[in-house]
C-alpha cells in the first residue's frame, strides 16, 4: 500500500512538471490507413488478397467450364403481335396452330389439360369443336357389364394422349419422354422466344462435334443434343384458309397456340385490366372532388385571435 501511494505521488509530481497535464500513455490509433502499416504486414494483406482473387477467378472458370454453355444459343426476342399491354392473341393464328399440333405434334406430345370444348369461341365454333371430338374414339366404360368400351368423343373430352403410359412414350422415343405442352409456354425460360428458336433452328454439328446415333443437334437446347428430329419444314401440311405453310409460318402459328393454351385467360386478363384501369380513373376523379369539397372550408379559413380585453 505505501509503495502504491509513493508511485501515485511520483506521477502527480510529474504531471506538475509538465505544466498540470498528467503523462497518461495515449491510446493507438484507431483509424489506421494501409501506408502506416509495417513493410511485413503490408506485404501479408497484399499476398491474402491476390491469393483471393486468384481463387474466386479459378472458382469462376471451373464454374463455366462445366456449365457445357459454349454451343448453347439463347432465343432471341421476337415481336409477337400479342406481347402489347392491349394486344390480343391473333386466333386465327391459334387456328392454325391448332392444326400444326394435330397434325405434326399430337403423334408424340399430349396437352392433357385441355378439353375440346376449350376451343369453342376461340378458334372454333362449337358446331366445328363438336365435329373435332368425334374424330376421335375414346375409351369410356365400364358399362354395365363392366366391361371398358369406346365412344366418338365429346366436347367434355380432354386431347387423348398419343401413348397409353410413359414407359411407352419411352420407348417409342428412344428413351426420351416427350413433354406435355399444355404449358410448355411457360414451363421453358423465353416461352414462345425459345419454341420458335428451337423448332426453326436445327443445323449440322460443327466440327468435332459427335452425336450419339438417335440425337440431333440444336443449338437452343439444353446440351445441343436432342432426340426429337426436325419436326417442321416447309409445306409440311396445308392450312384451311390457304396460308402459305413456310416454316417460319408454322412454327410462329404453333407457338401463338401453345401461348393460348398455357395462358387461356390471355385475351380475358388483358380485357379485365383495362377495365379496371377506366373505372378506377372515374373513382380517383370523384374521390378527389369529394376531398376537396370536405376539407376546403377547413383549409381555407382563417383564425383570428383577439387579444384580451
Known amino acids: 500500500m ?6 501515485l505521488r511520483r506521477s502527480l509530481r ?3 512538471l509538465l505544466g498540470g497535464r498528467a503523462a497518461w500513455p495515449q491510446p493507438p490509433q484507431a483509424n489506421m490507413s494501409f501506408a502506416t502499416l509495417s513493410r511485413g504486414r503490408r ?46 392473341l391473333d386466333h386465327a393464328s391459334v387456328r392454325r396452330g391448332y392444326e400444326v399440333y394435330k397434325q405434326v405434334c399430337a403423334a408424340c406430345h399430349s396437352m392433357d ?20 371430338a368425334e374424330e376421335f374414339e375414346i375409351l369410356d366404360g365400364p358399362d354395365d357389364n363392366g366391361e371398358m368400351f369406346t365412344r366418338p368423343g365429346k366436347l367434355s373430352d380432354r386431347f387423348p394422349k398419343p401413348y397409353p403410359n410413359p414407359e411407352a412414350a419411352r420407348a417409342a422415343s428412344n428413351g426420351a419422354l416427350p413433354p406435355d405442352l399444355s404449358y410448355i409456354a411457360n414451363a421453358r425460360h423465353g416461352g ?14 460443327p466440327a468435332g462435334v459427335t452425336l450419339r446415333e438417335g440425337l ?16 417442321i419444314y416447309d409445306e409440311v401440311l396445308e392450312y384451311e384458309d390457304g396460308t402459305p405453310a413456310s416454316m417460319s409460318q408454322v412454327a410462329k402459328d404453333v407457338c401463338t397456340f401453345l401461348r393460348w393454351a398455357s395462358e387461356p385467360e390471355h385475351d380475358d386478363r388483358k380485357r379485365m385490366a383495362l377495365k379496371i384501369t377506366f ?13 376537396r369539397h370536405r376539407w376546403t372550408v377547413l383549409k ?10
Not at 2 to 7: E, F, N
Open 2 to 7: 505505501a509503495a502504491a501511494c509513493l508511485v
Open 14 to 16: 510529474a504531471g506538475q
Open 43 to 88: 506485404l501479408a494483406l497484399s499476398t491474402l488478397g491476390v491469393i483471393c482473387a486468384g481463387g474466386a477467378g479459378l472458382a469462376l472458370a471451373l464454374h463455366r467450364s462445366v456449365k457445357a454453355t459454349e454451343l448453347e444459343l439463347h432465343a432471341p426476342s421476337y415481336p409477337w403481335s400479342h406481347n402489347g399491354p392491349l394486344s390480343s
Open 113 to 132: 389439360y385441355l378439353a375440346f370444348r376449350n376451343l369453342i369461341n376461340v378458334s372454333h365454333t362449337e358446331a366445328e369443336a363438336k365435329a373435332i
Open 192 to 205: 414462345e422466344d425459345y419454341i420458335f428458336s428451337l423448332l426453326t433452328g436445327y443445323c449440322d454439328p
Open 216 to 231: 440431333h443437334f440444336n443449338p437452343y437446347f439444353p446440351g445441343q443434343a436432342i432426340a426429337m428430329a426436325a419436326p
Open 279 to 291: 373505372i378506377s380513373t372515374l373513382l380517383l376523379a370523384v374521390v378527389y372532388y369529394m376531398k
Open 300 to 309: 381555407s379559413r382563417k383564425i383570428v385571435y383577439k387579444p384580451p380585453q
